[in-house]
């Protein structure tokens, strides 16, 4: 079962900064964080994913809390086209079990 | 691109009955990873092989089955087809650097 968890939906301004929270109080040290997501029907994407530091590409930003039981992820401006269900995971050696996700839906 | 091929994009076939689904790997990742997404329902993790070898099993019925080939594709063998087993089937491959996993644009099996 998934470790992590997400709300289920959230709404983001178009232009606007979109923050998606994700909660995993339960992660052990040697766990990364990472983040997908999936547009309509497509195969999952790779966003961005971090240990215990902050991270940024060009896609996102993460946020990752100092007792790393919680990160954040950061779309600065948003756009129509990040609407989409964002998956949380913490990844334990193999495992990258998949939760719920937040659909995050980007409004003109 | 992601570089993760899966075949065939769309499949319709009866109750009963037996279908294979291949994936093709990005070249040089060794390990394969399958999920089965239904209707509106999040990604279920399947079961996971690394250079041939099983290496996790997540929530997987006993009708369907796997395997990892010498050339690193790999298949998913779904047997005894309910009507329930309609779903997106994502493969993806894990590299081998930075750990994240790529995804193919999946085989969608609609059983009538």
């Known amino acids: 079962d998934a470790k992590t968890t997400q709300p289920p939906s959230m709404d983001c301004a178009e232009g606007r900064a979109a923050n998606l929270p994700c909660n995993h109080s339960t992660i052990s040290g040697n766990e990364y964080v990472y983040w997908y997501r999936q547009i309509h029907s497509q195969g999952p994407q790779y966003i961005i994913h971090g240990l215990k ?17 919680s990160s954040t992820l950061i ?9 989409a269900v964002y998956y949380c995971i913490v990844r334990n050696n193999n495992d990258m ?10 409004k003109p | 691109d992601s570089g993760v091929t899966q075949t065939p994009k769309h499949l319709i076939t009866a109750t009963g009955q037996r ?33 041939g070898e099983e290496r996790a099993k997540g929530n997987i019925l006993e009708r369907f089955s796997a395997q990892q080939f ?12 309910e009507l329930g087993d309609s779903a997106l089937y994502f493969c993806a491959s894990k590299g081998a650097n930075t750990g994240e996993l790529f995804f193919g644009e999946g085989s969608r099996l609609t059983v009538l």
């Open chain 1, 75 to 83: 779309l600065p401006h948003a756009t129509l086209r990040d609407t």
């Open chain 2, 70 to 81: 010498p050339d690193l594709h790999s298949e998913l063998n779904l047997s005894s087809l």
């Open chain 1, 97 to 106: 079990r998949f939760g719920a996700g937040t659909r995050l839906t980007v």
């Open chain 2, 19 to 51: 279908v294979t689904l291949r994936c093709s790997p990005r070249s040089g990742d060794l390990s394969v990873y399958w999920y089965q997404q239904s209707l509106d329902q999040g990604l279920q993790f399947l079961i996971q092989y690394y250079n």
């Open chain 1, 53 to 69: 530091n902050n991270e940024t590409n060009e896609m996102a930003s993460l946020i990752i809390t100092e007792d790393r039981k």
